[in-house]
């Protein structure tokens, strides 16, 4: 499988691998393979990695005990144009450098049976992902298992029960807060763009290591 990591965003606690008093024999093996691939006292930092991950099971509970309709949730855009061109054709910004990138995996994907995953970490409502898996090349990449776009956060998962206006998941979300938050408004056109094309982006509620476990 052809990964690509994007908009990665991680909060790290440096904590001392010196002063752990225990060591997760269980240590998933990815991480496993990154102490061996850091240091050479591959148990020391196996000790760092098992404090980390403590550290980030406990916030991901935590932000799974919030109420998430009340989280400023960011839309994910990342184009040079603005909100208000959201079907305009890709032409600049992350998006431009990451349509590169999957071209580059795509072309190399002839010889693979997996497909090329592209994953933004703390990605809100994954427009910038809508908006690639709208046109036709990716979209038709998509629908032949050749290409994965996936959103991940923590504790928001898009609703498929329609709301009084017909619309559902990320569009449903988008509209909800119109209603609340004026500041940020979509107008109807960027909200059907939303509701015609949001089906070409997976969106998961999972950490880093949870996603392991995710099947799509």
Do not use: C
Not at 115 to 122: E, K, R, T
Not at 176 to 182: E, G, L
Not at 186 to 201: E, G, T
């Amino acid at each position: 499988m052809a990964v690509m990591y994007v908009a990665y965003a991680i909060v790290i606690f440096m904590l001392n691998p010196e002063t752990s008093s225990e060591t997760n024999s269980s240590l998933p093996s990815l991480l496993h393979e990154e102490a061996e691939r850091m240091t050479d006292d591959v148990e020391a930092y196996e000790r760092f990695l098992h404090d980390r991950l403590l550290v980030e099971q406990a916030l991901t509970e935590k932000y799974r005990s919030k109420n998430v309709n009340s989280w400023d949730f960011g839309d994910g855009f990342y184009s040079a144009d603005g909100y208000w061109n959201i079907d305009s054709p890709i032409g600049g910004g992350l998006e431009k450098q990451w349509t590169q990138q999957i071209d580059q995996l795509l072309a190399k994907r002839q010889d693979w049976e997996k497909p090329v995953v592209v994953m933004d970490f703390g990605s809100g409502f994954g427009t910038s992902l809508i908006r690639i898996g709208s046109k036709e090349e990716y979209r038709k990449a998509i629908e032949e298992g050749k290409l994965l776009l996936i959103a991940t956060n923590l504790g928001y998962q898009p609703s498929d029960e329609a709301d009084e206006d017909g619309y559902t998941l990320v569009a449903k979300s988008l509209n909800t807060r119109n209603k609340t938050d004026t500041n940020t408004l979509r107008d109807s056109d960027y909200l059907r763009f939303i509701q015609d094309n949001q089906s070409a982006v997976t969106y998961l509620d999972a950490n880093v290591l949870e996603l392991q476990d995710s099947a799509v």
